[in-house]
């Protein structure tokens, strides 16, 4: 099985070269041996064949090379009737109840699991066994929660009674990026050595939609223009793409523009960024959303951009907050690419998410830590035009793989290490960054996710879902 998938990553150009460069390699062995008379009989057959066979290798190896400078534009949409299908496992019924399937069941809550959910104001819904190994939680809305598990397969439920599974058999082989609107989610992935690929799924009435395959790339972006429904896609060595998000259908493309991190979307223009090269100087690229067109290149300094992430309303505002190192952050203006300000700081920032009314939150290192990463570190929220400090708080120890908070924006959930696992989640208020109190699991924790009043606590193996209980009681506060 696991042979087969890896034939099934890598192209046939691939196998066949490597085929060759093998029979060369056995070929030059025996040349170097030539201690048998049969062998050296044969010296010249030998030399002929390994010569042959390392540049049939070559050879084959550099078609797909060739094939895509004559036609740098290429990408295939995979047809309808060869997209993978939906499967629906049989419902669950009884939330306390265990039932027998082979994809997930439903488990009993037990005491302490009740305790700690009561004490920070939540209660326990349901807790749900898994039988396949998750990865991470994608999307959720009131009727789905989308999960990725370790075979890169897509499974879904109901978010809020743990009913209704279903799956699809997608095999991602390495998430790079993904957006969503209201009901679709767009997943970009890394298919193989020199390819990516989009995926659209609708998670409300769960299908994939459609599929388009970019080649000569392995890593990128994607973006969503709500307003015009359109994809930009940053591709690397494939340039910048436009798609249409409904059928996967390719409006323009720039092959040329190299740029792998996302696209910002203002109502006049699309931004790209170019990083500087030995052989290039880098770029910021103004394209024209309708055909792709540079409207202006304007050349900067940058080696790379770790991340580069639009405020939430930049279709208006233009604005996207940038870290090309990894101490330094800026606020850059898309409209006429000038810097608001400009952060830089000797401890490294780790993370950053923006949120509504213009804030920021964002979380380093508070001193020295170990290698992996775990040790005390620094929460901060800020004004995300000015970057003024509204408070800061040292957390727990802490690899911070990840940050989550409440869809009020009440409260930020904070994952602290134990023995190097994240068993624990600890809650902080907002508004202040005063700690509210802690979560403790059993196992431990590789994602969560927060829908409306519901939480949902996600082990490799389980699911704790709790929903908030507004009347309750938090540390002796009302929450």
């Given at each position: 099985m696991l042979l087969f998938e890896f034939l099934n990553r890598i192209s046939f150009f691939s196998i066949l070269s490597w085929s060759f460069f093998f029979i060369a390699a056995v070929g030059a062995i025996l040349l170097t041996s030539l201690r048998s008379p049969l062998l050296r009989r044969y010296r010249g057959a030998l030399i002929a064949v390994s010569t042959s066979s390392m540049i049939l290798g070559v050879a084959i190896w550099s078609i797909p090379f060739f094939l895509s400078r004559l036609n740098p534009d290429q990408s295939r949409l995979t047809p309808i009737d060869q997209l993978v299908t939906t499967e629906w496992i049989e419902p669950l019924?009884?939330?306390?109840?265990?039932?027998?399937?082979?994809?997930?069941?439903?488990?009993?809550?037990?005491?302490?699991?009740?305790?700690?959910?009561?004490?920070?104001?939540?209660?326990?819904?349901?807790?749900?066994?898994?039988?396949?190994?998750?990865?991470?939680?994608?999307?959720?809305?009131?009727?789905?929660?989308?999960?990725?598990?370790?075979?890169?397969?897509?499974?879904?439920?109901?978010?809020?009674?743990?009913l209704n599974h279903w799956q699809i058999r997608l095999r991602l082989n390495q998430l790079l990026d993904q957006v969503q609107d209201s009901r679709k989610l767009y997943l970009l992935?890394?298919?193989s050595l020199d390819s990516i690929r989009i995926s659209c799924l609708d998670f409300t009435n769960p299908a994939l939609l459609w599929q388009r395959t970019i080649p000569r790339s392995k890593e990128g972006s994607i973006a969503l223009d709500p307003e015009t429904q359109t994809l930009y896609v940053s591709s690397g060595e494939s340039g910048v793409w436009a798609l249409k998000s409904k059928t996967g259908e390719v409006l323009w493309k720039r092959p040329e523009v190299f740029s792998k991190v996302r696209i910002l979307t203002t109502p006049r223009h699309i931004l790209a960024f170019e990083p500087r090269v030995a052989t290039r100087e880098g770029h910021w690229f103004l394209l024209d959303p309708a055909n792709g067109k540079t409207l202006q290149k304007t050349p900067h300094d940058f080696n790379d951009m770790l991340r580069f992430t639009p405020s939430l309303d930049a279709g208006q505002s233009g604005l996207a907050l940038a870290q090309v190192d990894a101490g330094t952050l800026f606020l850059l203006d898309a409209r006429d690419l000038s810097q608001r300000w400009r952060f830089h700081s000797d401890s490294p920032v780790l993370g950053f998410e923006l949120l509504p009314g213009d804030r920021v939150l964002q979380w380093m290192k508070a001193q020295e830590v170990k290698p992996q990463g775990v040790g005390p570190q620094r929460l901060e929220l800020r004004s995300l035009l000015t970057h003024e400090v509204k408070w800061q708080r040292e957390t727990a120890p802490s690899s911070l793989r990840w940050i989550k908070f409440t869809p009020d924006l009440e409260r930020i959930m904070v994952p602290s290490e134990l023995e190097g696992e994240s068993r624990s989640i600890s809650f902080y208020a907002m508004s202040t960054g005063v700690l509210l109190g802690s979560a403790h699991t059993s196992e431990p924790l590789i994602d969560l996710y927060a829908l409306g009043d519901w939480v949902y606590f996600m082990s490799e193996n389980h699911i704790w879902a709790v929903r908030r209980d507004k009347s309750g009681v938090l540390n002796g506060n009302n929450s």
């Open positions: 019924s009884n939330p306390q109840v265990e039932v027998a399937t082979d994809q997930a069941s439903q488990e009993a809550i037990t005491k302490d699991e009740v305790g700690w959910a009561t004490s920070l104001g939540y209660q326990f819904k349901y807790k749900l066994r898994l039988g396949y190994e998750l990865k991470q939680a994608l999307v959720a809305d009131s009727e789905s929660l989308v999960l990725l598990d370790q075979a890169g397969n897509l499974h879904g439920f109901r978010a809020y009674t743990g992935e890394r298919t």
